[in-house]
Each structure stands twice: as C-alpha cells, then as structure tokens.
C-alpha cells in the first residue's frame, strides 16, 4: 500500500478563494482524521469519520470549513472563503480498528496551505 | 472530552544524555496511549505505544512508563543521538472511542 495519499503538496492562494484538500486513506482503514498544525496551535483535530460517517467534527473553526467523505477511499476539506489565518499545514490520517483495540494512524504527508 | 497535557515543550539534552517527557490524561478509562515522532517538514510517525495493561515497553534506546493511578505516562529515550532532535507528541484517546488528540508537543534538541 502506498500509504495515506494527500493532494496537492503544496497550495498558494489568494485571500477570499475557496481552496480543496484531498486524502486517500490506506485501504481498508475505516477511519480518518483531518489535523491543522502550525507553531501556535500545535497538531489540532478538525474532524474525524468513522466508515464514512462524520463523527465529530466540534475541531472545525468555523463554518468556512468543510470536510466530506463520499466513500471509503477518498475525503475533502474545504475552506471557503479561505483567508491568511488559515495558512498551515493539513495532515489527513487514517487507522483501523484491530480486534477490537486501538491502533496506529497512519498520517499522510500534508498539504501545505498558504492564502495571501 | 479527552485533554492531554504535555511537557516540556521544549527540551535541550547533550548528546548521550536521557530524555524525559511526561504527559497526562484526564479520562480514566483512555487505556491505549501512543506516541509519534515529527522531523522538520515530515508527518508524524509513531515510535512506541502501550496498553493499560502493561507498566513499561521498551523498544532499543526508547521506553515508555505508564501509572493508570496517577493518569500519567512517560516517553524516556536514552543515549540520544541527533537524530532523535523532533517534536514528540502524546496521545490518550478514550477506551471505546477512536478520537486521536494530540498533547501540545515537545520540541527536542539533542546537542552534539
């Protein structure tokens, strides 16, 4: 498996645009995890799905953001409009559950993310 | 909800001294608690994990020491090498629960 597969690497855009995340989880992961992380704020969890389903998503900021997994091998996050307090880097993680017991998350490598 | 504190946020040893960082949880039934490893520019990896069931794990130059009555757990790495220089984060997700939050991270600097 290649691992967590996060699109792009690296994206610049412009103040008021609405900027697409994207992650391919490892298959047959069945959860998956969207962090924020900058120097202030750390590695802060936006949102979390489980089979698909969100979960929870109280790490959200606020409702410019948006997050979607329309099947088991692909989700989204969105932010529109997207302003510079955004800039960070988004890291999408994803695990399974192992006989009934936690196990590891598997991140990807980040996209990241600055607005001017 | 689970919080996780973690300390120091910084930590600057000489080469081939120990690291310690220590973390607490509040939730008493969090019984799984990982730790990852994030180099400059690269995603966080996990290095070592423990259950509620078991005191310590050592893995070569790592362990991790948990107390459930305390509702403390340790990472100690010994002999450090500079390439052990990362940020170290905990985490303490709930027993029936799968919500992985990370502790504030420990910014480790090993001196050569």
């Known amino acids: 498996d290649a691992g967590v597969i996060q699109s792009p690497r690296h994206e610049v855009t412009e103040m008021g645009q609405e900027v697409t995340l994207r992650c391919k989880p490892i298959?047959?992961?069945?959860?998956l995890f969207w962090y924020r992380q900058t120097m202030m704020r750390g590695l802060e969890l936006l949102i979390y799905?489980?089979?698909?389903?969100?979960i929870d998503d109280s790490g959200m900021p606020e409702d410019r953001f948006s997050a979607k997994m329309p099947n088991a091998s692909f989700s989204t996050l969105k932010i529109q409009p997207s302003e510079p307090r955004d800039s960070a880097v988004y890291f999408c993680?994803?695990?399974?559950w192992g006989r009934g017991r936690n196990t590891e998350a598997f991140f990807g490598q980040g996209t990241r993310l600055t607005v001017v | 909800g689970e919080n996780v504190e973690q300390h120091p946020s910084t930590l600057s040893v000489q080469e081939g001294d120990s690291a310690v960082i220590k973390c607490t949880y509040s939730?008493?039934?969090?019984?799984?608690f990982p730790w990852y490893k994030q180099e400059l520019g690269k995603r966080p990896q996990l290095i070592i994990d423990i259950r509620s069931n078991v005191g310590e794990k050592k893995d070569q130059r790592i362990a991790v020491t948990l107390n459930k009555t305390a509702k403390h757990f340790s990472l100690h790495i010994t002999e450090t090498q500079p390439e052990d220089s990362a940020v170290y984060f905990c985490a303490a997700p709930k027993a029936a629960g799968n919500k992985l939050t990370f502790g504030g991270g420990t910014r480790v600097l090993v001196k050569p």
């Open positions: 799905f489980n089979n698909n389903v969100p």
């Open positions: 298959s047959g992961h069945d959860y």
């Open positions: 939730d008493s039934a969090s019984n799984y």
């Open positions: 993680a994803s695990k399974g």
